[in-house]
């Protein structure tokens, strides 16, 4: 079993006023298979995890820890935290024009296992995995989220996820944008990931529309850059009646 641990983590942001903390200590601790969703206003820090877990350079640790099985993972590099198992679904998924995605997935592939995957058994893999997501065979040839619809992108981003078979999935607003059909293919493919490979997921949501299809363990409430209460899917509930107003108001005493 692995585990990502975050202790007491403080994170600030540059801006032009100079910077801004945004996360005020974070203590989390997820296991493998484990799913965490992590709900919360606009602005309340939840990106920012997300970010900073990632290795974005934009956002700075200003104290705490992260480690995975006891490794460092602020003292790695972006491409060293992915190849240790950490995978970013990304809130807004980039383009990367004149790259195709089969180029693209079996390049990272590489780069994460250290060996090119086979090409007999990486094509069957592929389409098998496309197959699932619902997503057309030239898909395969299109540039990196190019011209890709809102739907496109999140099926990308879990198709890389069922493909690169991380420790550790951080979901940003993987829900955002999708309609039903599409929320509810993308969430059969983050489920199939978790019965087949035991990945712990940290599901980022504003909303509690992705949970009546990705059950969680724990339901964390982030207000103000920080967990303000934790629980079960009963909490996402409470949630869905009551809305973060309480935490708000609390927050701004």
Known sequence: MSTLEIRDLHVSVETKEGPKPILRGVDL???????????????????????????????????????????????????????????????????????????????AKTAISGEAPALRHWGKEVKGAMENLRMD?????????????????????????????????????????????????????????????????????HYTRILRYITPDFVHVFVDGKIAEEGGPELAERLEDEGYDRYLASAQA
């Open 29 to 107: 601790t997820i296991n493998s298979g484990e799913t965490h969703a992590i709900m919360g206003p606009n602005g309340s820090g939840k990106s920012t995890l997300a970010s900073a877990l990632a290795g974005h350079p934009k956002y700075e640790v200003t104290s705490g820890t992260v480690t995975l099985d006891g490794e460092d993972v602020l003292a790695m590099s972006v491409d060293e935290r992915a190849r240790a198992g950490l995978f970013l679904a990304m809130q807004y998924p980039v383009e990367v024009p004149g790259v195709s995605v089969a180029n693209f997935l079996r390049t």
């Open 137 to 205: 065979p030239a898909f395969a040839e299109r540039s990196v989220n190019e011209g890709f619809s809102g739907g496109e992108k999140k099926r990308h981003e879990i198709l890389q996820m069922e493909l690169f078979k991380p420790h550790f999935a951080i979901l940003d607003e993987t829900d955002s944008g999708l309609d039903v059909d599409a929320l509810r293919i993308v969430s059969e493919g983050v489920n199939r990931a978790k019965d087949t490979t035991d990945v712990g997921v940290l599901l980022i949501t």
